[in-house]
């Protein structure tokens, strides 16, 4: 073997495991140490430079986890995986909040072995893409936290549980870590939970055959097959009624599916991410998020504040979202007004980032890509007086806004009838419905299309 063949460290107390993993790596044509001991794998390591190591948990002398402790402190890019008793799921947690990247059970699977050590060796292989984390807007401290925990976690395959408020930006956080991560190059497929009728869940998880049921007109792979080698981004996964749970936490844990109406199971290598904005622990404690699924998913949390806790990153983010919006328009990037960034940096966002994106977005359009006023913000706050309080800002709503509805939502119904209006009054002729709006025809095109309004019959320009 070649100096540059990768070197694993195998360290198990049980002479006939040992053995075997040492020859399954053989057969890959990597070199092996083997320890058989706690205090043998720390001499190993502080003798020799390794690329990965498997352990067992129970090493004799000692425990996987102060061997994970020890790689901590000592090497810590090393990637590690570790050997667990069957079915304990409890240990391979924790093994995972101690750093390691991944765990096998007991008996072991030559082939979930083989694909164990190739994930392990491809992190090892990932490059510093700093140019990704550029797309992580914010220096605060809460977001800078986020950052470092974020590359910690690229390097994991433990199941992440990604917490934080409707629009604080938990699919972003989700994409970052897949794509700083070794499985960068294969699929992210993301899915919302609650947008998927029960009685479909199945088949969109898992795929079906031809036939299977009324309206299976195709074979189908689903969710699981389609992010196989890649990274499944479940969101909003508290919205999974409860026998979906079953369903979703066996393909977890057996790392295979069976698409309806098909014999046969299908093995998948995936990693499994999740949000949402309700209180996972909560929903688990009230009997609508089974337990053993919520232990599966929350190996690791990470959590995203929420944009009224970091409005120092104001500033930059509205620089930010402006030059992308302003490059899709084809215009120059407008000017912001001290009194309207002043306003951006006071007002809570509780539709968060989301929210600030809309609201540029709309000022933007009013101010004809020019200098962006605090009147074409028309944020919820405009009505207010300057003393009024932060509750008062949250609670004070326009009185045709119904009870529960989104903000954002709200905004764009005010969009969407300020348009149609303008529309009517000049029989669907963008042209002068722009004019009259105060704003261009690239503008206007623009909202029509984000709006779903630009396929009405019988418009002209």
């Known amino acids: 073997m070649s100096a540059d063949t990768p070197h694993v460290l195998v360290v198990d107390d049980e002479a006939d495991l040992r053995e075997l993993l040492v020859i399954t790596l053989g057969r890959m044509k990597l070199k092996a140490t083997a320890a058989e001991s706690l205090d043998a794998a720390k001499a190993a390591l502080a003798d020799g ?3 990965l190591c498997l352990t067992d948990m129970n090493l004799g002398d000692g425990t996987g986890l102060e061997l994970l402790q020890f790689i901590a402190r000592h090497c810590p890019e090393m990637p590690t995986a570790v050997i667990t008793a069957y079915g304990s799921m409890e240990t391979a947690t924790d093994a995972m909040k101690y750093g390691a990247y991944d765990f096998i059970a007991k008996p072991v699977s030559l082939d979930r072995l083989r694909q164990l050590i190739e994930d392990g060796l491809d992190i090892n292989e990932v490059e510093d893409h700093h140019e990704e984390e550029d797309n992580l807007i914010g220096e605060a401290p809460s977001m800078r936290a986020l950052k470092a925990q974020v590359r910690k976690l690229a390097r994991s395959q433990a199941p992440i549980y990604i917490s934080g408020e409707s629009g604080s930006g938990k699919e972003r956080i989700a994409r970052l870590i897949h794509n700083l991560g070794s499985r960068r190059a294969k699929p992210f497929v993301a899915v919302n ?3 998927i009728p029960s009685e479909l869940m199945e088949s969109e998880f898992f795929g079906h055959r031809k036939g299977a049921f009324t ?8 969710l699981f097959r389609e992010a196989d080698g ?15 749970q079953v369903k979703l936490l ?4 057996e790392k295979s599916v069976r698409p309806v109406g098909e014999a046969r199971e299908f093995q998948v290598n995936l990693r499994i991410l999740c949000a949402t904005h309700k209180d996972l622990a909560q929903e688990m404690a009230e009997g609508r998020f089974r337990q053993d699924l919520f232990y599966r ?3 690791i949390e990470a959590h995203v504040p929420p944009l009224r806790e970091r409005q120092e990153d104001i500033p930059a983010l509205v620089g930010h979202i402006l030059k992308r919006l302003s490059e899709a328009w084809e215009i120059a990037p407008p000017i912001v007004s001290a009194s309207a960034m002043k306003t951006l940096e006071q007002y809570t966002y509780p539709g968060n980032v989301r929210e600030l994106e809309n609201t540029l977005e709309r000022a933007l359009t009013l101010c004809d890509g020019k200098e962006i006023q605090e009147e074409h913000l028309r944020l919820q706050t405009d009505t207010l007086p300057k003393s009024a309080t932060a509750t008062a800002r949250e609670t004070c709503t326009a009185p045709e806004r119904s009870l529960g509805q989104p903000l954002e939502e709200f905004l764009q119904d005010i969009e969407r009838q300020e348009i149609l209006k303008a529309l009517d009054a000049t029989h669907w002729n963008r042209t002068a419905a722009a004019k009259k709006l105060g704003m261009t025809f690239r503008s206007l095109r623009y909202r029509l299309k984000k709006l779903d309004l630009d396929r009405s019959p ?4």
Do not use: Y
């Open 49 to 51: 430079r390794f690329n």
């Open 193 to 195: 939970c609650g947008a």
């Open 215 to 222: 309206g299976a007109v195709e074979d189908r792979k689903g």
């Open 230 to 244: 890649g990274t499944l981004f479940l969101d909003e996964v508290a919205d999974l009624p409860l026998h979906m």
């Open 250 to 253: 066996r393909a977890i844990q």
């Open 297 to 299: 998913l929350n190996v």
């Open 458 to 461: 019988g418009e002209s320009e």
